[in-house]
């Protein structure tokens, strides 16, 4: 993973910054924190390709024996003939190292659990061109994950089952589909022969819009 390349501003973004400036204590925070990680993670990914069939409300993936059911998923892959299942994690070493900075100091444990979400933000970016890599001349949709629009959360186990991502690389969901480690991700990514029409995203068709604080202060989370 390039470390390098996490943008700084998302994470100043996840801090709260806005238009105003990160002091220069802040700035040397972020950099501590980067650094911190990068020696204690272990990121980790797993991805895998089927074949569509597609439904009213819902998409099938006849090969892993899975349903993606709701309108919006069905939506996301309109167009497409193959989905990727792809999930990605920071390891627990980066929950651990969030505790221990939390435990010690609050400011710092803030700057170190956007730092994370960043990084892990970043090991999807890196797998997904990984994937694109795979499919040249192909097209790709946004990554969609579940929880998102009425797509259940609660597919988190079977999804995680059929990439046996607990054994291949340590990523769980538990009873209530929380994934643990908890900075990690999955999603769905959908593969067309031809160009797709540009998506809705966006608060309006999020799951989390009502107790989302980035909309709290007014802003977005990216997508």
Not at 7 to 28: F, M, N, P, V, W
Not at 60 to 68: A, N, R, S, T, V
Not at 87 to 112: E, F, H, P, V
Request: net charge neutral.
């Amino acid at each position: 993973m390039n470390w390098d390349s996490i943008d700084r501003r998302e994470i100043l973004r996840y801090l709260g910054y806005g238009q105003k400036e990160a002091d220069a204590a802040t700035l040397e925070s972020v950099e501590q924190c980067l650094k911190e990680l990068e020696k204690a993670v272990r990121p980790a990914s797993r991805w895998a390709v089927f074949d569509i069939v597609h439904g009213p409300d819902k998409v099938g993936l006849p090969q892993c024996d899975m349903e993606l059911p709701g309108q919006s998923i069905a939506s996301h892959l309109e167009g497409c003939s193959k989905a990727v299942l792809l999930a990605a994690t920071l390891s627990a070493q980066a929950d651990r190292l969030i505790r221990c900075t939390q435990a010690c100091d609050m400011a710092k444990g803030l700057i170190m659990d956007c730092c994370a979400t960043a990084a892990i933000e970043a090991v999807c970016d890196e797998t997904e061109e990984d994937i694109r890599n795979h499919f040249p001349g192909q097209y790709f949709t946004f990554r969609f994950s579940p929880g998102y629009g009425d797509l259940p959360i609660t597919l988190q186990k079977k999804f995680l089952a059929v990439l046996d991502a607990p054994r291949k690389i340590g990523l769980c969901a538990t009873d209530t589909s929380l994934l643990t480690p908890r900075k990690s991700v999955t999603a769905v990514i959908g593969i067309s022969n031809y160009p797709i029409a540009p998506q809705k995203r966006g608060c309006g068709t999020c799951n989390l819009r009502e107790t989302c604080q980035f909309r709290k202060r007014g802003a977005h989370c990216g997508v």
